[in-house]
């Protein structure tokens, strides 16, 4: 006599019977719309966004116009996902070595390598063809760019060189010049200091991230500073470094004449905290003190890029307004 088995049947939130296989094909739907948004590393994406829009709003001289800067976001993020994608391709054998990594999708099988080529394909694909059509040329140049540092050099170089940090930071510190370009300003100063600002504050966010996990990428065979057991006072001493430098070059917007007062004192303060928290990482190389440093870090960028557009727009539509009244007071003459 054959055994007939009875589809589990479950009641929904709603009363409605649900087949248990109608539960697990949502669960497992569900899972897979998670699993490639951790293979775009949809977290790290936003953060970059935002300094592509803060790099827009700023190259914005009159009117925002807002259409083109959600098009540029669009595109970019379509490119970003892409970049994010192949990275992990590339690093599934170094990805199972290391605990913080071993569970994302593909070193733990969820998504396959082919799929996760093809997805990077057509997201990289269809972003560089909407920059182009609804940006403009040197944005999505700009941006595939980036891709290739972050994918063809930096990735590679991390099983070779420990330079590869300084690289690296390289594409980091490129989303907002990517938002200034796409704004249709000329790559200029005010550009350039935009790219300044992020490639020096990516330093000591990333020596307190690699160096609580120095044991991982040592184990894993990738040269990230610190390498191994480093030094005393190495790492330490780097991150302070380049806390020191960030502090000059994030106060010369006001020379430029894009912001006030405002972001003046604001990043005075936060860029003195930052240079503290390096330091008493240097004198205390701890977990805990490494910890703090990139807690700090990741306070200080979205208060200076806040306030840094903030006063920026607020300026801006000071001059507009002042502008107006002149035109009206010499048509009324």
Same mark, same amino acid.
């Given at each position: 006599?054959?055994?007939?088995?009875?589809?589990?049947?479950?009641?929904?939130?709603?009363?409605?019977?649900?087949?248990?296989?109608?539960?697990?094909?949502?669960?497992?739907?569900?899972?897979?719309?998670?699993?490639?948004?951790?293979?775009?590393?949809?977290?790290?994406?936003?953060?970059?966004?935002?300094?592509?829009?803060?790099?827009?709003?700023?190259?914005?001289?009159?009117?925002?116009?807002?259409?083109?800067?959600?098009?540029?976001?669009?595109?970019?993020?379509?490119?970003?996902?892409?970049?994010?994608?192949?990275?992990?391709?590339?690093?599934?054998?170094?990805?199972?070595?290391?605990?913080?990594?071993?569970?994302?999708?593909?070193?733990?099988?969820?998504?396959?390598?082919?799929?996760?080529?093809?997805?990077?394909?057509?997201?990289?694909?269809?972003?560089?063809?909407?920059?182009?059509?609804?940006?403009?040329? $040197? #944005?999505? %140049?700009?941006? *595939?760019?980036?891709?290739?540092?972050? &994918?063809?050099?930096?990735?590679?170089?991390? +099983?070779? !060189?420990?330079?590869?940090?300084?690289?690296?930071?390289?594409?980091?510190?490129?989303?907002?010049?990517?938002?200034?370009?796409?704004?249709?300003?000329?790559?200029?100063?005010?550009?350039?200091?935009?790219?300044?600002?992020?490639?020096?504050?990516?330093?000591?966010?990333?020596?307190?991230?690699?160096?609580?996990?120095?044991?991982?990428?040592?184990?894993?065979?990738?040269?990230?500073?610190?390498?191994?057991?480093?030094?005393?006072?190495?790492?330490?001493?780097?991150?302070?470094?380049?806390?020191?430098?960030?502090?000059?070059?994030?106060?010369?917007?006001?020379?430029?004449?894009?912001?006030?007062?405002?972001?003046?004192? $604001? #990043?005075? %303060?936060?860029? *003195?905290?930052?240079?503290?928290?390096? &330091?008493?990482?240097?004198?205390?190389?701890? +977990?805990? !003190?490494?910890?703090?440093?990139?807690?700090?870090?990741?306070?200080?960028?979205?208060?200076?890029?806040?306030?840094?557009?903030?006063?920026?727009?607020?300026?801006?539509?000071?001059?507009?307004?002042?502008?107006?009244?002149?035109?009206?007071?010499?048509?009324?003459?």
């Amino acid at each position: 006599m054959s055994h007939l088995t009875t589809p589990t049947v479950i009641s929904g939130s709603n009363g409605i019977a649900l087949s248990d296989e109608f539960v697990s094909s949502e669960v497992t739907w569900k899972t897979r719309v998670a699993d490639y948004m951790e293979l775009s590393k949809a977290k790290i994406a936003v953060m970059v966004l935002i300094t592509v829009a803060v790099g827009y709003l700023l190259g914005s001289r009159n009117e925002v116009d807002w259409f083109r800067l959600f098009h540029a976001l669009f595109g970019i993020g379509l490119i970003a996902a892409s970049s994010c994608a192949l990275n992990q391709w590339y690093e599934i054998s170094t990805d199972l070595l290391m605990p913080r990594t071993k569970d994302r999708p593909l070193p733990a099988g969820r998504i396959k390598p082919h799929e996760a080529l093809v997805f990077a394909a057509l997201t990289g694909i269809y972003g560089a063809v909407h920059l182009m059509l609804f940006v403009n040329m $040197t #944005t999505m %140049l700009l941006t *595939l760019c980036t891709l290739v540092m972050y &994918v063809g050099i930096y990735t590679p170089l991390k +099983r070779r !060189t420990s330079f590869c940090t300084a690289i690296g930071a390289v594409p980091g510190a490129f989303p907002p010049v990517l938002g200034w370009a796409a704004s249709g300003q000329p790559l200029g100063w005010d550009a350039f200091w935009l790219f300044s600002l992020m490639f020096l504050w990516q330093f000591p966010h990333f020596f307190a991230i690699a160096w609580m996990y120095r044991e991982q990428y040592t184990q894993a065979g990738l040269w990230m500073l610190p390498n191994g057991i480093p030094k005393r006072y190495v790492t330490g001493f780097l991150a302070v470094t380049y806390a020191i430098i960030l502090l000059p070059v994030s106060l010369l917007p006001q020379q430029f004449g894009m912001t006030g007062t405002l972001f003046f004192w $604001t #990043t005075l %303060l936060f860029g *003195l905290a930052y240079i503290a928290y390096s &330091v008493r990482f240097l004198l205390n190389e701890t +977990r805990k !003190t490494a910890r703090a440093l990139l807690f700090c870090s990741l306070f200080y960028l979205p208060v200076v890029l806040t306030t840094l557009t903030w006063n920026h727009l607020n300026l801006l539509n000071a001059y507009t307004v002042a502008n107006l009244e002149q035109t009206g007071t010499e048509m009324q003459q």
